[in-house]
């Protein structure tokens, strides 16, 4: 099955600091998209991007399918940004998450 | 708020019980899908289902079922059980099989004493 690796598994900033997230994946997928799972548990859909670049404020998105890798930046990092950050691809049925990057955004 | 609804949203019960979580989808969306949580580990797929058809399997105990009713809710029953089974159970939605964004209820925690 489809094969979903996260980069790094744990980030710890300071406020204000960018980060990159990565997501690499082993074949190709018919859909890609980035979650923040916040301290309450909640996943939070931040991008659907099965392609191309997107940006939403401080956050963007970009994935090059052909290369089978996504990226997540966030800008000027803020401490509500805290949390684990999940890639999850859509293969032929089901969903397959990353296991997520932990980051933890320091006052 | 995603648009996909999940009870209840907290649950304790005993080592052997059964209980049964609950999803209703985003409206109009007709794939469902059901994932476990454990402490400080990753999303486990479980099962999807499609307009009332089980579509895919994940690892998914015997002592765990589900289904996904006329009306596209969907229950999950978890039987027997055991310490282990803690966890948060999420539940999610997409319009079709594939290809479309998937959206996530707030989750279920289940706590087995």
């Known amino acids: ?25 082993s074949d190709s997928v018919n859909n890609l998209q980035w979650f923040h799972q916040n301290p309450w548990g909640q996943l ?8 191309g670049t997107k940006q939403n ?21 803020q401490t509500t940004d805290s949390g684990v950050y999940f ?6 049925q089901k969903l397959v998450f990353g296991q997520g990057t932990r980051l933890t955004i320091n006052p | 708020d995603s648009g996909v609804t999940q009870t209840p949203k907290h649950l304790i019960t005993a080592t052997g019980q059964r209980v049964t979580l609950r999803c209703s989808p985003r409206s109009g969306d007709l ?6 949580q ?16 089980e579509r ?29 089974d803690s966890a948060l159970y999420f539940c999610a939605s997409s319009a079709h099989l594939g290809g479309t964004e998937a959206f996530f209820g707030q989750g279920t925690r289940l706590t087995v004493v």
């Open chain 1, 1 to 25: 099955g489809i094969q979903v690796e996260q980069s790094p598994p744990d980030l710890i900033l300071q406020e204000g600091a960018n980060s990159t997230l990565r997501c690499n994946f």
């Open chain 1, 44 to 51: 939070i859909n931040l991008f659907y991007i099965p392609s």
């Open chain 2, 31 to 36: 794939s469902v899908y059901w994932y476990q």
């Open chain 1, 87 to 92: 890639c999850e691809i859509q293969g032929a």
């Open chain 2, 38 to 53: 454990s402490l400080d580990q990753g999303l486990q797929f479980l099962i999807q289902y499609y307009n009332g058809e």
């Open chain 2, 56 to 84: 895919a399997k994940g690892n998914i105990l015997e002592r765990f079922s589900a289904q996904q009713f006329p009306d596209l809710h969907s229950e999950l029953n978890l039987s027997s059980l055991e310490l282990g």
């Open chain 1, 57 to 77: 404020g401080r956050l963007s998105a970009t994935t090059v399918a052909t290369e089978r890798y996504s990226l997540l930046y966030i800008s000027s990092s």
